[in-house]
């Protein structure tokens, strides 16, 4: 089973990606991504 999460900006906190991941899973998910309102790639972390 997999539940989706959202991934927030570590800069300016926006939430802009959607994932999933598998729900017995203890870790976040932590990617660099484009961030299209910081204009750069930044560190992405699961968010609530």
């Given at each position: 089973?997999?539940?989706?999460?959202?991934?927030?900006?570590?800069?300016?906190?926006?939430?802009?990606?959607?994932?999933?991941?598998?729900?017995?899973?203890?870790?976040?998910?932590q990617?660099r991504?484009?961030?299209?309102?910081?204009?750069?790639?930044?560190?992405?972390?699961?968010?609530?």
């Amino acid at each position: 089973m997999r539940e989706k999460v959202s991934l927030v900006c570590t800069e300016c906190e926006s939430r802009n990606y959607n994932a999933s991941k598998r729900s017995n899973d203890p870790n976040r998910i932590q990617v660099r991504k484009y961030c299209p309102k910081c204009g750069k790639y930044t560190l992405h972390k699961e968010g609530k």
